[in-house]
């Protein structure tokens, strides 16, 4: 017997290893080594810190070994006995001819206190370009001439990088969190880049003063969650381009339990859900491997079915390699490669999370609970709410 709605997951399945494919083939058309660029402005990159995360050091080291004539590191931390401190007055050791600023204020602008600690930061930075960079960041050394060559270039406002996930450990979960990254959203922004869209990530954003000024400078992005996304929306509004420097970062996965990560992704989908709810939904069809498997007992376990999840499997390894590949990532050591089995599970708990994501509107980030809300800025925006809540623990 024929089982008709066996067909929608597998027709799903199919469409997500065609969008896998499609992603690790854009990155042939992305994946080049900057070029050589006349103008090199002066940079002052910013660091929110927050406490002493795993590879801390690691990541604000890769800053400061810059190739890169002329450039400023300021970090701001909140709290005069933050463990960060330390970290960066090791650096100050490690890298005497690096121009290493530090600013301790525990000054409170709004409830995005990344933001709040930019503000408190932006007084000490020094140079027209400015370069806002989360703590997690690891930079190939080529990283601010891509982005000096991004920023010269003719109506553009603001300059964004794309990310892989580096692990902090060799735990399940920092395996997981670190494929999802690498292998799910880096291919998904390169085909929305390749379709047209422009948006802007958080973990490495560059624009100019006058920019910065144009848009209502940080204070304008202070009271939301999603900084980034409200960031790129309102440089696109003065009439200006968001472009992707020809680089790639690393962002650290310092999540060593499961629910540690799943916590972490959660936070992350119920943002998405809040800003671009159509977007999210279309998101599932990210995960082949679980609609190939769905398929598998509504078919009644077919032949067809279990083909479907071999195939499925064989496709986003296929499409996850050639990325690798593409991207020279595991050469440069800013990523990982995803083991091939990991990729079932890595799909079966994306789909939990976006399951999980639509039951509460509560997030957890760096140690204050929030909750999404929405509000208007020429359309939805995500704002937060902080309340007197305490995360839960693993």
Known sequence: MFHWFALLPAALAAAGVCQAAMGAFAAHRFARAPSPSGHCPPITVLK???????????????????????????????????????????????????????????TLHGENRKIGNLINMLPQARHDVLVISDSDVHAAPDALAAIAEAIDQPGTGLVTMLYAGLPANRSLAARLGA???????????????????????????ALRRETLAAIGGLQALVHHLADDNILGRLVRDQGLAVRLAPTICATTVPEATLPALFRHELRWARTILALVPAGFAASAIQYPVFWAALAVPLSGAAWWSLL??????????????????????????????????????????????????????????????????????????????????????A
């Open 179 to 205: 494929t999802a990254i690498t292998h799910s959203f880096l291919p998904g922004a390169l085909l929305s880049r390749t379709l047209g869209r422009q948006d802007c990530f958080g973990a490495v954003m």
């Open 308 to 393: 479907g999840v071999a195939l499925a499997w064989a496709g986003r390894a296929g499409a996850a390699r050639i990325l690798d590949m593409r991207l020279g990532l595991a050469e440069s050591g800013l990523a990982t490669s995803a083991p091939i089995w990991l990729l079932p599970l890595r799909d079966m708990l994306s789909v939990a999370v976006m399951l999980a994501s639509t039951a509460s509107d509560r997030v957890e980030w760096r140690g204050e609970v929030l909750h999404t809300a929405l509000d208007r800025l020429d359309g939805k925006t995500v704002s937060v709410v902080t309340t007197g809540d305490r995360p839960e623990t």
């Open 48 to 106: 929110p810190l927050y406490g002493d995360e795993p590879l801390l050091e690691d990541a604000l080291a890769s800053f400061c070994a810059q190739d890169y004539p002329c450039f400023q590191l300021v970090c701001g931390v909140q709290r005069a006995n933050d463990p960060a401190i330390a970290v960066v007055e090791r650096l100050r050791t490690r890298f005497p001819d690096c121009d290493i600023t530090l600013v301790v204020d525990p």
